[in-house]
């Protein structure tokens, strides 16, 4: 069956220093695609990173990399340059081809403390 | 990166009644949306897969009676909660993915919060 596991239920990081959030997946199938999403106080969800399964190379959007370690089925957002602004819930996602069609599980979520 | 919307961002109601939550895709057309449920300070939980024309494919354990879901047209998609309850209390948020965008990225709408009364 499939499962996003994330072990990190809050995390603190100095201001303008890297942080790495860990997320793990557990999966059957060869194709499926992983995600980040950032959740403010707000609640809205904002999409943040991609990465599929077949892509060779480590997805990045500007302070944002996903370390992917496919045989260890880890896909770590790292957030460089942290910002008060940072500070936020986020939560790792897998996409799976269902008998249903695509579908999306999420993890428990890592709530992130940028301190000043 | 393309718009979805919901409406109401905010909901109370009494318990016994139905209401109805509405998630709009304002710059693409949205073939699949998703509904889903979080509980304060929990993670999303998907309820229901909704396709543009046809009934709704609701995950195990959702009532279909009770979580009533409608997909009219390519760009709006309602859940209506009927005869709420105040177990029904949450945020409800949906989200949208299209061919014709990166059909790799869901894009989300701002939720709704419900309360019941």
């Known amino acids: 069956a499939q499962k996003i596991t994330q072990t990190q239920p809050g995390m603190f990081v100095q201001e303008k220093e890297a942080v790495t959030l860990d997320c793990t997946y557990d999966t059957s199938d060869p194709s499926y695609g992983l995600f980040w999403y950032k959740q403010p106080s707000s609640g809205e969800m904002i999409f943040l990173i991609y990465q599929g399964s077949y892509d060779q190379q480590n997805a990045t959007e500007g302070r944002y990399s996903l370390n992917f370690q496919k045989a260890r089925k880890s896909a770590n957002l790292v957030i460089s340059a942290s910002q008060l602004g940072d500070s936020a819930m986020y939560f790792c996602a897998m996409r799976y081809l269902n008998t249903g069609g695509f579908k999306t599980i999420f993890g428990a979520g890592t709530r992130l403390f940028v301190k000043a | 990166g393309a718009v979805v919307s919901q409406h109401p961002s905010r909901v109370i109601c009494k318990s016994g009644t139905s209401v109805k939550i509405e998630c709009r895709s304002l710059d693409f057309q949205a073939t699949t949306m998703f509904w889903y449920r979080q509980f304060p300070k929990q993670s999303l939980m998907l309820m229901a897969t909704?396709?543009?024309?046809?009934?709704?494919?609701?995950e195990q354990g959702v009532e279909k009676d009770k979580f009533l879901i409608n997909h009219a047209s390519l760009t709006l998609s309602t859940l209506t909660v009927t005869s709420a309850h105040p177990e029904d209390s949450s945020f409800y948020i949906c989200s949208a993915r299209s061919p014709g965008l990166n059909t790799d990225t869901q894009y989300f709408g701002p939720g709704t919060r419900l309360t019941v009364l």
């Open positions: 909704s396709n543009e024309g046809s009934k709704a494919t609701y």
